[in-house]
């Protein structure tokens, strides 16, 4: 006992006297106390930072013995060996599992454009970079995961990405460039019920004033689509010609979306 006590006292220094107290005087009552008591350390040691210093001595001291063992007789002592090395094991994942981590932080993407991320724009790996925060479902953690969505509001440069801030549907690549983007009032449709935009419908135009004529869009991308007290609100974008064609009918209209939507 005095050899493996002088051995502790060598290898933990100052921290032999924190065992002392609590009754460990050499390395084999120590393994003992953690046999009997597997919560030993976290009892006895409330500073985290002097309970890891404990342990990854102990766990030191096994290895020393290990090697002392092996390089005067191996093959001797190879039992002994073995049981060293599986006690330092088991002693090092111990000390590793009751440790405090960060392992709750992980990679988040993070809006990196310098003028944030404008509404219905489609995102590129170029407007991200990643940081780190805690784990969470309503985050991204991979870049790739995001390009091609859009955001649905102005997301600033340096703020977490969420999920609930971007387009959940098919994913875009260039699509939308070129295109006029604004918001219109539909009127209730079977085509657009349960539908995850973006996605791509027809529009009719029907006017009330029955001296003017109807018009028919047959590519409107529905970006956002919810109901209000007045119908059906929704951001849609469609290109310059069919704008142009649409625009003098929307304040007199009724605008019925056309299936199927794809």
Known sequence: MTSTKAVMVRTLGKDFESLASNGIMCQEEFWNRLASDPDFLDKSFADATLKGRVAKGASDVVVA????????????????????????????????RRTPTDSAASQLVVVSKTEGLNPFQTITRFDLTLGSGPV?????ASVEDVVGRYAMEH???????????????????????????????????????????????????SPRDKDSSSALIHDLYILDVHSDPNGISAVVATSVADFDKLAPLISRSDLIAIGPAH
């Open 155 to 205: 997301i600033a440069k340096g703020k977490i990405l969420e999920r609930s801030k971007v387009s959940n549907g098919p994913r875009l690549s260039n699509e939308l460039d070129q295109r006029r983007i604004f918001q219109i009032k539909l009127q209730p449709s079977p085509v657009l019920a349960g539908v995850q935009p973006p996605v791509v419908v027809g529009l009719f135009a």
């Open 65 to 96: 013995r290990a090697r002392s063992i092996t390089r005067h007789r191996f093959k001797d002592h190879l039992p002994d060996v073995l049981v060293f090395l599986v006690i330092g094991l088991a002693l090092y994942g111990l000390f590793h």
């Open 136 to 140: 969470s479902p309503s985050t991204f």
